[in-house]
């Protein structure tokens, strides 16, 4: 289909809770390499199309391809081994681990094999530099002592980023990053999210209009659970079922 | 830092090692049960602790070890290189079927499930004719060492050989906890739905320390069985798992000091509360309710707490 190669496909992909269709036929291709926002008033389902493709949850109906891959109904932990990392909406940490822990743990998971038990965590070098290095990213190295629970709400954010960047993901879902962020730490995500574009494909739901419109490559509408729209921002902007359903309300 | 706590570990192993020289008799024997409990002890608190698994059906694993050894005894096994293994690996092994069938579980079905599992190990411990059943079984001898001058028949060397055992096995267990597996069991603990979005099996993990709790504790019933020459259904019933389980939440949990030291008190307030009550239950629970309600983190969390800023600033 054209020049672009997609990574991640979805085919009919349908979602209900109860009598309530949350995703409903949605077919949407990413393509490899670019930045694909998706955009959607609250309750359109945008975490719900997140989490099937991340495998939290699993899809009532249709397929998820990932390089051609069908990995419809995995469970989350081979999703990640498989190169999709994610974010959380609501921010999911350790919040009783000191923010170097964390990043670690996030780090530790791209040690092949599972079962290390003879050299102390604190003992792998590779490990501890990988996590501070995505520290510094993400702009927490002064911070890497303190429990995460203590960092206030725009770090645990920070964190909540650099620990899905600290997997080496192929394929990066952020769910909502900025939210809740002051302008000077959503300016500086947007700054680190247009230094990772290009090298990773990256699918970032947002509400925050003008990180969208300075990140995206494409921009997908969803609304009450249907994909009203893709295309690129120019397009977007101006059409009038888009501006009607969501961005006249902003 | 890790040179002042190696330390530290090496003046108690030092202090337990010279224990047959300062008592013998009844005093020994008392460490000895202490020295095992903890074992017992710890080693549900890598389940409870580290990894978040409440389990009420551990006493399980510490009768099948102590069972296996006694059984294996009567049948004429009686070469320790035999007996000790076997012991550790049944454990193991029935610690494997039962963690496969409760591990899917979580918070009160876990608890519940573990706790009619290890029922059924109960029941048929009751009933099986290997087991001598409600009456319990007698050992008539210690397994044989096969090493020239090591006699376990002789309590001094089988002190030795239980200090041996256990401080091996704390050796191992601190090992693992503060390895990258430990890690991973403490952050399936506080969050598996992140550790799942990283990459992490939390099903693998929680199986395999299952098992690793599993053998430890077949192996501090190896011992136990060893030192009281005697073994019954009641050591394997929901209220040993509960008492074990009282030890670790007394000492605090998520700490391997904390079940050893919540061991100690345990036995030596049943000791001395029942020497003046046979209703020394009663007494206990109070005591319970006051660490649980005070230190929430058990006798070594308050300690720590004392140490650093005082034991109730969170
Ligand atoms: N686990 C669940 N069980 C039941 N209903 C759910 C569940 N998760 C989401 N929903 C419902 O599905 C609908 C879509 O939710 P979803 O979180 O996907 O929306 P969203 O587009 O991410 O919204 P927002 O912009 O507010 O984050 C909402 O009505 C929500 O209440
Ligand atoms: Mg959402």
Redesign the pocket.
């Known amino acids: 289909m054209g020049e672009h190669s997609t990574i991640l496909a979805s085919r009919g992909l349908g979602k209900s809770?109860g009598a309530?269709q949350?995703n409903r036929n949605i077919n949407l291709d990413v393509r490899l390499g670019e930045a694909l926002a998706i955009i959607?008033p609250?309750?359109?389902?945008?975490?719900?199309?997140i989490n099937q493709i991340a495998g939290a949850m699993r899809p009532d109906e249709g397929q998820i391809l990932f390089l051609g891959q069908n990995i419809t109904g995995f469970p989350a932990y081979r999703m990640a081994r498989l190169g999709i990392g994610r974010s959380f909406?609501r921010t999911t940490l350790f919040p009783e681990f000191t923010v170097f822990e964390n990043m670690r743990l996030a780090a530790q998971s791209q040690l092949p094999g599972w079962f290390h038990i003879w050299r102390p965590a604190s003992g792998w070098e590779d490990i501890n530099d990988a996590a501070m290095e995505t520290l510094e990213t993400v702009g927490l190295a002064g911070r890497s002592q303190l429990a995460a629970g203590a960092l206030s709400h725009g770090e645990q954010r920070q964190l909540e980023l650099g620990m899905a960047l600290a997997l080496r993901p192929q394929l990066l879902l952020l769910d909502?990053p900025m939210a809740g962020m002051s302008l000077d730490e959503s300016l500086r995500i947007t700054e680190l999210l247009l230094k990772l574009k290009g090298t990773i494909t990256l699918v970032l739901?947002e509400?925050d209009m003008d990180a969208v419109f300075a990140i995206a490559d494409r921009i997908a509408v969803?609304v009450y659970g249907e994909l009203l729209a893709v295309g690129d921002p120019e397009t977007i902007r101006n059409d009038p079922a888009v501006v009607e359903a969501y961005l006249g309300e902003g | 830092m890790p040179s002042r706590r190696i330390l530290f570990y090496a003046a108690v192993l030092a202090a337990l090692g010279a224990v047959p020289m300062a008592v013998g008799g009844f005093y020994l024997e008392f460490t000895n049960q202490i020295l095992i409990f903890a074992l017992f002890a710890a080693s549900l608190d890598l389940l409870a602790g580290y990894t978040g698994l409440i389990s009420l059906g551990h006493a399980a694993f510490f009768g099948i070890g102590a069972y296996a050894t006694a059984i294996l005894v009567e049948l004429g096994v009686v070469r320790l290189v035999f007996v000790l293994p076997a012991a550790v690996l049944l454990s193991a092994l029935a610690a494997a079927a039962i963690g496969a069938l409760c591990i899917r579980t979580t918070g009160v079905s876990f608890i519940m499930i573990t706790l009619a599992l290890a029922q059924l190990v109960y029941y048929v411990a009751l009933n099986s004719p290997m087991t001598g059943s409600t009456d319990g079984m007698l050992m008539f001898q210690r397994p044989e060492s096969g090493l020239p001058g090591i006699d376990l028949e002789n309590n001094i060397h089988f002190y030795y050989y239980s200090l041996l055992l256990v401080g091996l096995s704390f050796g191992i267990m601190g090992r693992l906890v503060s390895s990258p597996f430990g890690r991973a069991l403490q952050g399936i603990r506080a969050n598996e739905e992140r550790m799942s979005a990283m990459g992490y099996r939390a099903g693998t993990y929680k199986l395999t320390v299952f098992v690793i709790a599993g053998a430890f504790a077949g192996l501090a019933g190896h011992l136990f069985v060893n030192l009281q020459f005697f073994i019954d259904p009641s050591s394997l019933q929901w209220h040993a798992s509960g008492q074990v389980l009282t030890m670790v939440l007394m000492g605090g949990l998520g700490t391997l000091s904390g079940p050893a030291v919540g061991a100690a008190l345990f036995i030596g307030l049943e000791e001395v509360i029942s020497s003046y009550t046979d209703h020394w239950m009663l007494p206990m629970g109070i005591i319970l309710v006051l660490i649980v309600l005070f230190a929430r983190g058990g006798v070594v969390g308050l300690w720590r707490g004392i140490r650093s800023k005082g034991p109730w600033n969170g």
């Open positions: 809770f309530l949350v959607g609250n309750g359109a389902g945008k975490t719900t199309l909406q909502e739901v509400h969803l």
